[in-house]
């Protein structure tokens, strides 16, 4: 992964030719006109970069968001993400073609696999990952919830570059073996649940730092992440909080602060549930 550009008006991070902005806004549970609204905001205000997902059942409201801004298409990155049930071949291609139909895009920025699905060979999937891209319906392709394992044998198997994992990382959770994984690799880290959703107001160190920048704990929780280079996409339903999650390529965290963070993680700091999820290690 390439450092971050630091002169562009909106920084981002270099990852196999992709260039993804380190601000993207969070699309999960937003739905309907308010999840329009949001999204329009959010690109007027300055982000550069929407995620969502066809199991976040807010496409279409995306799309809508994004065409109701003004902002030129091919100035915003747009990533979408494909369900594991439609992981087998024939499936995810159908898959893609509906996200499109559902954004009213001819393609999006990147396209991942939103979690990994034990059932159907990975080699297969990441074929049909490849074609779709192959194919102009994505510039990019990646994955979400892979860990150092999968990412390994992603890594071998796909015949496209992988140019991300998305995956949970906030201070509370120690992410640093698959970040090295990604790194190794040339594939950028994209934090979700970057402000703990939510849980970093209130926190204490994380409060204390921001007084010393005149930033609130949401801040300084994104900023050490992009500080690293990691992409964030925090979420939030309020249009006052879209300022505010924008606001943090104005000041530097020092290398102690950083380090007080860093003291905060563990490796069981995940706050998202994986029960539910197949596990392969
Ligand atoms: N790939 C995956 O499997 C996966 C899994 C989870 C999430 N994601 C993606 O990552 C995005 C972000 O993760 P997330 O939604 O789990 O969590 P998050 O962004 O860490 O947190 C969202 C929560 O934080 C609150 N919040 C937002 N800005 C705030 C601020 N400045 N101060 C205090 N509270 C604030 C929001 O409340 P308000 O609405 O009240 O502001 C919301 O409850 C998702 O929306 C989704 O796009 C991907």
């Given at each position: 992964?390439?450092?971050?550009?630091p002169n562009s008006a909106?920084?981002?991070?270099?990852?196999?030719?992709?260039?993804?902005?380190?601000?993207?806004?969070?699309?999960?549970?937003?739905?309907?006109?308010?999840?329009?609204?949001?999204?329009?905001?959010?690109?007027?205000?300055?982000?550069?970069?929407?995620?969502?997902?066809?199991?976040?059942?807010?496409?279409?409201?995306?799309?809508?968001?994004?065409?109701?801004?003004?902002?030129?298409?091919?100035?915003?990155?747009?990533?979408?993400?494909?369900?594991?049930?439609?992981?087998?071949?024939?499936?995810?291609?159908?898959?893609?073609?509906?996200?499109?139909?559902?954004?009213?895009?001819?393609?999006?920025?990147?396209?991942?696999?939103?979690?990994?699905?034990?059932q159907i060979p990975l080699?297969?999937?990441?074929?049909?990952?490849?074609?779709?891209?192959?194919?102009?319906?994505?510039?990019?392709?990646?994955?979400?919830?892979?860990?150092?394992?999968?990412?390994?044998?992603?890594?071998?198997?796909?015949?496209?570059?992988?140019?991300?994992?998305?995956?949970?990382?906030?201070?509370?959770?120690?992410?640093?073996?698959?970040?090295?994984?990604?790194?190794?690799?040339?594939?950028?880290?994209?934090?979700?649940?970057?402000?703990?959703?939510?849980?970093?107001?209130?926190?204490?160190?994380?409060?204390?730092?921001?007084?010393?920048?005149?930033?609130?704990?949401?801040?300084?929780?994104?900023?050490?992440?992009?500080?690293?280079?990691?992409?964030?996409?925090?979420?939030?339903?309020?249009?006052?909080?879209l300022e505010e999650n924008?606001?943090?390529?104005?000041?530097?965290?020092?290398?102690?602060?950083?380090?007080?963070?860093?003291?905060?993680?563990?490796?069981?700091?995940?706050?998202?549930?994986?029960?539910?999820?197949?596990?392969?290690?």
């Open positions: 992964m390439a450092p971050v550009s909106t920084p981002a991070v270099e990852a196999h030719g992709a260039r993804i902005p380190l601000l993207g806004l969070g699309t999960w549970e937003l739905r309907g006109r308010a999840c329009t609204r949001l999204v329009e905001r959010a690109l007027r205000l300055g982000y550069r970069h929407v995620d969502t997902a066809e199991m976040y059942d807010n496409e279409r409201e995306v799309g809508e968001g994004l065409r109701a801004s003004g902002i030129k298409r091919d100035e915003v990155f747009v990533t979408t993400k494909i369900w594991p049930s439609h992981f087998a071949p024939r499936e995810l291609e159908r898959a893609a073609r509906d996200c499109l139909v559902r954004l009213r895009l001819s393609e999006v920025d990147l396209l991942l696999l939103h979690w990994p699905n034990p080699a297969e999937t990441l074929g049909a990952l490849a074609k779709v891209k192959r194919d102009g319906l994505a510039r990019h392709i990646g994955v979400s919830n892979f860990t150092v394992a999968l990412i390994e044998q992603a890594v071998r198997e796909t015949s496209e570059p992988l140019i991300c994992d998305q995956i949970e990382c906030h201070p509370y959770l120690d992410q640093s073996k698959v970040i090295a994984a990604c790194r190794k690799h040339g594939m950028a880290v994209v934090a979700y649940s970057p402000i703990a959703r939510g849980g970093a107001q209130g926190d204490a160190v994380l409060e204390q730092i921001g007084l010393a920048h005149g930033k609130s704990a949401a801040q300084i929780s994104l900023r050490y992440l992009v500080q690293q280079g990691i992409v964030v996409i925090p979420r939030t339903s309020k249009v006052q909080r924008l606001a943090l390529f104005d000041f530097a965290l020092t290398e102690g602060e950083m380090l007080e963070i860093r003291a905060l993680s563990q490796r069981k700091g995940r706050i998202v549930d994986w029960s539910w999820s197949p596990q392969w290690d």
